[in-house]
Structures are given as structure tokens and as C-alpha cells.
């Protein structure tokens, strides 16, 4: 059980924690119901999931970086369809919430995959829609670093279902403001702040890219400082709520987010080396509202700055 | 609240079995009693990031205890061969499928590298199911052979000890009498385990390898450590994760 002093809102979706596992880490979660019981979760991402299956991208997908690691996946997927036939019910029925993590290559996909799931609604707390994947090369990014792209798309996607849609951003932006608020405008119901940072490591005998795809997306410890500005500069301009996302590796990194103004985080990279780590930090998380007489949901946006 | 496969273990022993290699026993009755030859552990390094993947070298039931081998190849396996007993470590494990032994009288081991240590944790499986096993194992030179035993068939590049040449030379000597009945098992280097895979194909056999990716997770979470399977399809194959569905494949799945 849950302390209900963890329990969040992001928008109209209630959770019973503020801790989901971010997309892309956990695959449907399947494979983490052998470490500990999902049902401590707010929620679980799905793997990105397109249209078609993809294969994902050939050769090295990973390049371990000072406190982090560039991943080059490249969406691997096994699409939406077996998804729906397979996953969707395992996610449901383990108790967290479901979010989809939603990815194209173009417009026409992201509309597809909407009319796709939106018939599976009572089983789908929220859309979480990937404008941000580094390592494909077409839609997703590029989608993403438009604001006139993010508004006209997100405001398509908004015609077409009533699910509470999430937009994922891209940090790979000069002002990630500008693209926060047109998805706002085009009728997000939150945004996810941050994807991965767009990297590269080489190697220094061969002179090639660690990364058979080259460039890979940064994650870990090392990009929370970035997310965290990012987080609490959209905090100060936005009217929806934010889902933080970047780095987090214990329940005060947590509170650091929902300080900024995150009302929800996503855990990732952390768990792919301490599987069971949600368990220590909603457990943490429990012990801190204790010892300070709080509801987490109370720290949302409440940064004081010089 | 309970989690599972995840434990902070302690460090019991070492030992280097050459200058570069050393052979680690943990203390982890879980890990232990539980995982067959194939699996493999996740062990924190330290320093760097990402936990490192070892194939299980031996376990050890009554004393609840299991051991890997590490050959120091960079950072992380430099780290943890600096390891000392008492020291505690934060470990996954068991982690993927271990081999298949079901339905076959004879097995034959072979691999060379740091494939020697689940040779040696599938040789003392076999040995105890009282299996017929055969052991070929292949290394660049004398200075490198570890873990061997007398009754295995040894094999070196340059011939400075054993049969000259590639464990294909060592496999050559093995009189199978009933390939329907043997397996062969084999875990080493890419260009080793396609070879193998090819020689036991030719003689009929079914042959299990051991496949390695660069790895993130250990977990099948990822999606990173992929290895290429032979699938109807149109693209005539498809990306499988090395660390949950295998790492034991059998090799007339893999795309060579």
C-alpha cells in the first residue's frame, strides 16, 4: 500500500504516486514484476510504440558515459497492434497507471496511432506523445523542435480523442519555453520535460563513434541539472501541468523536480542499473512527508528564487 | 514492500588466476541455489555507471556462495578485479537462460576466453547429472590457459601447448558417435561460436551458444544489448535482447 500522502494529480489524472517509470526503461513492465510489485507505481510509460513494428537501429546501442549512458535504440517496437493484443492488459491490470508513449515518423502516424488506441480508452490514463525521440530520423525530433509542428500536431491529436494527451519534449531546443507552450496551445493536457540529450562518444583507436548510429540520446544523473531549469523555466510560463523527467535517482531528486513545478516524475535510467529503485524511493518518499507533516502534492512549483 | 534479484552481496574470496584474470566468490544464497550454467550476474564496478555483466563460473549449493571470472578489459572490470573479501557489492542476478541440456546422453563444452567460466559451471552441472561430457578449449597461448583440467582437450594458436590451431582442430579429434544424442555447447568469441556453429551443423548436431552485446540493463528492459535472430518476417530477421532471451541461443537461430 501506498501512503495516500504521495498521492499527485496531472491534470485530471490522479496517481497514487508521483513516481512513473520513464519510457523507453521498462519496456511494458513486465520484466520488472520479477524485481517488485508494479502496483506501488503512479505509473508505467510504455516503450515507445509506432504503427508498424521497427526493428530498431543495427550495430551498438549503447555508450556509457560519465554518470550516464547515450542510448541509440532507435525505437525498437513491436507495434502498436501487438501491443494492444499483447501489453496493454498486463499494464492495466498490474495497477499502475497506464500511460502510451505514442512515436511516428509523420504526421499521418501520430493520427493513426491515436485512432488506434483511443477505442482502448478505458484501459489508458494518458497519451504520452513522443515529439522528441533522438534516434530516428525523421518525425519525432524534428516535429519537436518546431513550435508551429508541436501546436499543429498536438491540436490534431486533441480533435481526435479525449484521453488526457502528454506531450514529451526535447531538450535539444534553444528555448524549450516556446515549444512548452505551443503545446499548451494546441491543447496538451501536460508536458514531459525532458527527453534525452542529443550526444556522441568516440572511440579513440578507431576514430568512430562509439554509437553505430553515431549520435545517441544523454541520460542518467548528469542531465538532471538541465532538466530541473528546464522544468522550473516552463513552471514560470505554463498553465498545464508538468511531468519532470531526467536523472532522477532518489526520492530527493523528487522533491527537486516538484519544487521547480513538476506535479509528476519519470524514473529511467536509474532503474536500468537498481531495477527495484521505485521501491526505495516510494519509501523514502513516505518517510519524508512523515517526518515533515506534508502531502508531496503541496511542493509542486513552490521554488522560491533569488 | 518485496523485490527480488536484487541483492548487496559480500565479496568471500579471490584469487588471480593470471595477470590479467582473477576469479571472484560472492556470498549470495539466492543467487546460488537458483541459477544454471548460462546465466549470468550484473555487478556494480564502482565508479562507473553501469553495472557489468559475468557469466557464472561456478555455485557452490552448501555454503551458499557462486563465482565469476573477470578478465580486466577496461575501467569497470579494472575496478572490480581491485575488489577486495569483505567488500560489499550490488549485484543482480541470476539474470537470462542458461543452456538446455534436456533430452541429450552426450555434451560437448567448448569456448576459449572468458567463455571458460560457464564452461566450467555447465562442466560441474553435467558432471553431477552424470552426463557424458567432453570439454575442448581454445586460447591464444600457454600464458593464457586458465581454469583447464587435465581430461580437457586444449588447444592453442600458436601451439605452444595442446593441439595447434582453433578449437576446431581440438572438436576434430572428438569421436561423436551419436550426434542425435549430443549437444554441443559453446561460448567464446563471435568469430569462435559462428565456426563452431558451422562444425556442428555439419555433423548433425544441435549447438547452443552464448552470445554477448554491450549491455545497459541485464534486465530486458532496455533494448540495447541486441542480437540478430533469424524471424519469417520480411526483414527476415528480428532484434532480440541478448541479456533476457538469451544469452543462450541456439545457433542456427542466429544471424551470423
Given amino acids: ?306 | 514492500m518485496d523485490f527480488k534479484k536484487e541483492y548487496r552481496i559480500k565479496l568471500v574470496s579471490k584469487e588471480f588466476l593470471n595477470e590479467d584474470t582473477c576469479y571472484l566468490g560472492f556470498e549470495c544464497p539466492e543467487i546460488a541455489s537458483s541459477a544454471v550454467p548460462g546465466q549470468f550476474v550484473n555487478i556494480s564496478a564502482g565508479t562507473v555507471f553501469l553495472k557489468r555483466p559475468f557469466g557464472i563460473a561456478s555455485v557452490n549449493k552448501e555454503n551458499g556462495t557462486f563465482n565469476i571470472g573477470v578478465k580486466v578489459v577496461g575501467k569497470g572490470t579494472a575496478e572490480i578485479s581491485g575488489f577486495e573479501p569483505g567488500m560489499l557489492v550490488d549485484c543482480l542476478g541470476p539474470l537470462g537462460n542458461g543452456f538446455d541440456f534436456d533430452g541429450y546422453d552426450n555434451v560437448i563444452l567448448t569456448g576459449g576466453g572468458t567463455g571458460v567460466f560457464p564452461i566450467n559451471f555447465a562442466y560441474e552441472t553435467l558432471t553431477f547429472l552424470g552426463k557424458n561430457v567432453t570439454v575442448c578449449e581454445g586460447f591464444r597461448n600457454a600464458s593464457q590457459v586458465i581454469l583447464n583440467k587435465p581430461s580437457y582437450i586444449l588447444t592453442t594458436d600458436c601451439g605452444d601447448c595442446g593441439i595447434k590451431g582453433t578449437v576446431i582442430a581440438g572438436l576434430d579429434t572428438i569421436d561423436i558417435s551419436d550426434p542425435a544424442k549430443t549437444l554441443i555447447c559453446c561460448v567464446g568469441p563471435i568469430p569462435m561460436m559462428k565456426a563452431v556453429s558451422a562444425w556442428a551443423s555439419e555433423k548433425g548436431m544441435n549447438c547452443q551458444v552464448s552470445m554477448e552485446q554491450r549491455m545497459a540493463c541485464g534486465a530486458g528492459i532496455c533494448l540495447c544489448c541486441t542480437v540478430k535472430v533469424k524471424d519469417e518476417g520480411p526483414d527476415g530477421f528480428k532484434n532480440v535482447r541478448c541479456c533476457k532471451d538469451g544469452p543462450v541461443f541456439d545457433s542456427r537461430e542466429v544471424v551470423w
Fill in chain 1, 1 to 306: 500500500m501506498v501512503s495516500s500522502s504521495l498521492s499527485v494529480k496531472v491534470g485530471n489524472v490522479s496517481l497514487k504516486s508521483p513516481i512513473i517509470l520513464a519510457s523507453g526503461t521498462c519496456n511494458f513492465g513486465r520484466e520488472l514484476a520479477e524485481y517488485y510489485d508494479l502496483s506501488i507505481l503512479g505509473g508505467i510509460s510504455s516503450k515507445g510504440l509506432t504503427i508498424k513494428p521497427r526493428a530498431g537501429n543495427p550495430g551498438v546501442r549503447v555508450a556509457e558515459c560519465d554518470s550516464g549512458m547515450l542510448n541509440s535504440v532507435g525505437l525498437q517496437n513491436p507495434g502498436v497492434h501487438y501491443f494492444i493484443e499483447n501489453d496493454l492488459d498486463f499494464m492495466k491490470e498490474s495497477g499502475a497507471g497506464v500511460i502510451v508513449n505514442v512515436a511516428g515518423h509523420s504526421y499521418e502516424d501520430y493520427i493513426d496511432m491515436i485512432t488506434t488506441l483511443d477505442p482502448y480508452k478505458d484501459k489508458i490514463d494518458a497519451l504520452e506523445i513522443n515529439l522528441s525521440c533522438p534516434n530516428v530520423k525523421e518525425g519525432c525530433m524534428t516535429i519537436g523542435s518546431d513550435p508551429a509542428a508541436i501546436r499543429y500536431i498536438t491540436s490534431k491529436l486533441r480533435s481526435l480523442t479525449d484521453l488526457p494527451l502528454w506531450i514529451k519534449l526535447t531538450p535539444n531546443v534553444t528555448d524549450i519555453k516556446a515549444t512548452a507552450l505551443a503545446a499548451q496551445e494546441g491543447g496538451a493536457d501536460a508536458v514531459v520535460l525532458i527527453n534525452t540529450l542529443m550526444g556522441m562518444r568516440i572511440n579513440i583507436k578507431t576514430r568512430r563513434p562509439v554509437l553505430t548510429n553515431n549520435t545517441g540520446g544523454y541520460s542518467g544523473p548528469a542531465v538532471k541539472p538541465v532538466a530541473i531549469r528546464m522544468v522550473a523555466e516552463c513552471s514560470q510560463v505554463l498553465d498545464i501541468p508538468i511531468v519532470g523527467c531526467g536523472g532522477i535517482a532518489d526520492y530527493q531528486d523528487v522533491i527537486e523536480f516538484m519544487i521547480a513545478g513538476a506535479s509528476a516524475v519519470e524514473v529511467g535510467t536509474a532503474c536500468l542499473i537498481h531495477p527495484a529503485l521505485p521501491v526505495k524511493i516510494t519509501e523514502d518518499l513516505d518517510n519524508y512527508c512523515k517526518e515533515n507533516n506534508i502531502v508531496l502534492k503541496d511542493l509542486t512549483g513552490t521554488l522560491e528564487r533569488w
